[in-house]
Nanobody, 118 residues
Framework: VQLQASGGGLVQAGGSLGLSCEASGNIFSIHDMGWYRQAPGKQRELVALLTSGGNTDYADAVKGRFTISRDTTKNTVYLQMNRLKPVDTANYSC?????????????WGQGTLVTVSS
């Protein structure tokens, strides 16, 4: 599985940005896809998760502001980020979990920087 992320950039507080993550390869083995972020000096954290069954999960800090969705025809997962705050500034990475041969595998796309100015 290969993941290609795009989007991100610089936005003022209160603004919106969208991220995209296109999956290719053995996509039928994907169990879930999600977005993680890592701010400078902090550990990486889960932002939003979308399972193959359509269930979603969000970090408390982004609930009500961020929305994860997918377009199965494009093998792409999106993260719409609204009402952005300076604390949302981080490097955002997309992730896919695959269950194959009785083992779990994690795949990562390249990070994309989101900077929210105050």
């Amino acid at each position: 599985v290969q993941l290609q992320a795009s989007g991100g950039g610089l936005v003022q507080a209160g603004g919106s940005l969208g991220l995209s993550c296109e999956a290719s390869g053995n996509i039928f083995s994907i169990h879930d896809m999600g977005w993680y972020r890592q701010a400078p000096g902090k550990q990486r954290e889960l932002v939003a998760l979308l399972t193959s069954g359509g269930n979603t999960d969000y970090a408390d800090a982004v609930k009500g502001r961020f929305t994860i969705s997918r377009d199965t025809t494009k093998n792409t997962v999106y993260l719409q980020m609204n009402r952005l705050k300076p604390v949302d500034t981080a490097n955002y990475s997309c992730n896919a979990h695959v269950y194959r041969s009785s083992r779990w595998f994690a795949y990562w796309g390249q990070g994309t920087l989101v900077t929210v100015s105050s």
